[in-house]
């Protein structure tokens, strides 16, 4: 049984993917499962993670259902069942982990804890030119590379930088709130089961912070690791973005968080 288990969100996203993956090809730390959280895609994503799974040392399920429009809530709540280890670590198909990602996640997690990370966000130019060598050397994850390559210079870029006691300063002194953000999230098996896993009424906006914010009505608080676990999101469009979904998300939301729920009827068992 491996000591953790990545859960990772995909959708139609084939090219985005195979850069997700060789970015874990490169973890420092190897002791973990891959689960592809598959909403629907096409054979493309199929013959990606095949390939993967044959030429790679890496150990990947394909977990896939068929595509009856954003249901990411119902596949993932399938992923979490076939994982094997008792920690998770939930990201999306174009999210490029830096090689210490995992490893970071692994040494920092507490009992009664969550670990909540952020992204590093690229335009389109920048996640188009981002090829293997430089998943494999790690320069994409260098402010040099990644200004060279036309990114605007801010802030954001310590979220690369940090190190030591400046990356555990900005984590504390951050004004982000530590939430469930799908991209970069862990947290005990057990503890996600115990609050019946995702809410699958929900579709695209807050459906990861909901379950993040169950689990802190149980008791689980979360950890902010923004400027310690590290991943780059590729761009892409949100075609699957509507406004009476989000709607419907934020009503359940204000339930769970007035109501103080820890469990929903509508997860990975239903009453």
């Known amino acids: 049984m491996p000591q953790l288990s990545v859960i990772i969100s995909t959708y139609n996203q084939p090219e985005w993917l195979e850069k997700v993956l060789i970015g874990y090809q490169q973890q420092s730390f190897k002791d973990f499962e891959i689960i ?32 009856h429009g954003f249901q990411k809530t119902k596949i993932l709540n399938k992923a979490t069942v076939a994982s094997t280890s008792d920690y998770l670590l939930f990201t999306d198909g174009d999210c490029i982990p830096r090689n210490d990602f995992v490893e970071n996640h692994f040494n920092l997690r507490q009992p009664k804890r969550f670990l909540s990370g952020g992204y590093f966000k690229l335009p389109k130019n920048i996640s188009e030119s981002i090829a293997e060598e430089n998943i494999v050397s790690q320069d994409c994850f260098k402010s040099d590379w990644l200004l060279s390559h036309g990114l605007k210079k801010t802030f954001k870029l310590n979220k690369l930088t940090s190190k030591g006691f400046k990356e555990r300063f900005l984590n504390n002194v951050t004004p982000t709130k530590a939430t469930w953000d799908g991209m970069n999230a862990s947290g005990w098996k057990t503890d996600i089961v115990a609050v019946n896993g995702f809410d699958e009424r929900m579709a695209y906006g807050g459906e990861d912070r909901e379950l993040g914010e169950r689990l ?28 009476p979904a989000i709607a419907k998300n934020k009503a359940i939301r204000k339930e769970t968080k007035t109501q103080k729920r820890k469990w929903t009827d509508f997860g990975i068992n239903k009453r």
């Open 36 to 67: 592809i959280a598959d909403d629907g895609s096409s054979k493309e994503t199929e013959m990606v993670v095949t390939d993967f799974v044959s030429h790679s040392d890496l150990k990947i399920k394909h977990c896939w259902q068929a595509d």
């Open 216 to 243: 802190m009505n149980s008791g689980i608080k979360p950890i902010q690791i923004r400027y310690s676990a590290i991943c780059l999101h590729l761009f892409h469009e949100r075609s699957y973005k509507n406004e």
